[in-house]
């Protein structure tokens, strides 16, 4: 029974990890350039990261509690992940460009991005912190004591 719990803790680290790399992947995607791009290391990476903090975890319930939380701070750096995606794809369109489609393709690439950025602001804000909760209340919650008072007979 003992190997089935850490089979499922595992598998829980490796879920939520994907989850969260593929919510890093616009940075990384930012960071990356064409020339033998390391980015696609990312998501097995968060996934063994973790499949490894899960894994140690002393419980199943702590362990999708940690799940959880990975993913939910990840989901809370995606607004920053997509401006840098935005800013990297502004300059790739205004260095190449010529004079007059420069200007027109940075005012729609800049009002493109603002749109995408805010949407996914919203999107990422509630997910994250309906995953960072659920975390929280998994990873922290547990055995309840319960102090009893007698009242004293009359």
Do not use: C, N, W, Y
């Not at 968060?46 to 199943?60: E, K, M, R």
């Not at 989901?75 to 990297?88: E, R």
């Amino acid at each position: 029974m003992g190997i089935v719990k850490a089979a499922v803790r595992i598998l829980a680290g490796v879920l939520f990890g994907a989850l969260a790399g593929l919510a890093l992947a616009p940075a990384v995607a930012a960071f990356g350039s064409s020339h033998a791009d390391r980015s696609l290391l990312l998501v097995p990476a968060v996934a063994l990261g973790g499949a490894i903090l899960a894994g140690l975890a002393p419980t199943i319930r702590a362990a999708f509690g940690r799940g959880f939380l990975i993913a939910g701070a990840s989901f809370f750096s995606l607004p920053v992940s997509t401006i840098l995606l935005t800013g990297k794809a502004l300059l790739d369109l205004i260095i190449p460009g010529s004079d007059a489609a420069s200007g027109e393709a940075s005012l729609l690439t800049g009002v493109a991005g603002l749109a995408v950025s805010g949407f996914v602001t919203l999107v990422s804000l509630v997910a994250g912190a309906i995953f960072v909760i659920i975390g929280l209340v998994l990873a922290l919650g547990g055995r309840r004591r319960e102090h009893g008072v007698e009242q004293p007979s009359r």
